[in-house]
């Protein structure tokens, strides 16, 4: 479905999604928030980093590391091609950057191949989200940012799975 999208398609939702996340008062309550870099198929998160900048905040993104099979975050103070590289998986990250502690982090917005409404998601397989979630404080808030398309009636879940708060698509929004 994500492959069948046109590229107009696309723009469109990432846009829209983006507009409703913006919106969110967890939005914009958070001085820190953490945004991933999205694949081709992904909600492309720019209006969202656009506005992080515009109001100051300090955003990071994912940084993997493959090896140990885990992530850090780390500040990101600009997403144009020269602070920025592909790393071996031909993932966007900053080429420096500071790590931000996970509690330091008030909002996170995480990507997902599908989501169901209680907030469950299916990722791509590695568990990095999971784990990264799993050290964030108790009072920060998860966001996953889907296209509606990608909402279904139940992901298949363990116990080392961390389910979002909120789920914003190009449609609507899902307190879980």
């Known amino acids: 479905m994500l492959?069948?999208?046109?590229?107009?398609?696309r723009h469109l939702g990432s846009a829209a999604a983006c507009s409703r996340l913006c919106k969110l008062e967890v939005f914009r309550d958070a001085a820190v928030?953490?945004?991933?870099?999205p694949l081709t198929d992904e909600i492309?998160?720019?209006?969202?980093?656009?506005?992080c900048f515009q109001m100051d905040k300090t955003?990071?993104?994912?940084k993997v590391d493959w090896k140990r099979r885990d992530m850090i975050a780390v500040e990101a103070t600009s997403f144009d091609d020269q602070f920025m590289e592909i790393d071996e998986h031909g993932l966007r990250v900053p080429r420096e950057g500071r790590p931000v502690p996970p509690t330091m982090i008030d909002l996170v917005v995480v990507p997902g191949l599908t989501f169901d409404t209680?907030?469950?998601r299916l990722g791509r397989g590695g568990?990095?989200?999971?784990?990264?979630?799993?050290?964030?404080r108790r009072s920060a808030t998860?966001?996953?940012?889907?296209?509606?398309?990608?909402?279904?009636?139940?992901?298949?879940?363990?116990?080392?799975?961390?389910?979002?708060?909120i789920i914003v698509t190009d449609r609507r929004t899902v307190h879980a």
């Open 142 to 165: 998860t966001i996953g940012l889907a296209f509606d398309a990608q909402i279904i009636d139940r992901v298949p879940v363990d116990d080392r799975d961390i389910a979002v708060e």
């Open 44 to 51: 492309d998160l720019t209006p969202v980093a656009i506005r």
């Open 127 to 136: 568990g990095f989200y999971d784990r990264f979630l799993s050290r964030l």
């Open 3 to 9: 492959a069948a999208m046109t590229d107009e398609q």
């Open 59 to 62: 955003i990071c993104v994912p």
């Open 118 to 120: 209680q907030g469950h």
């Open 33 to 37: 928030s953490m945004l991933y870099m």
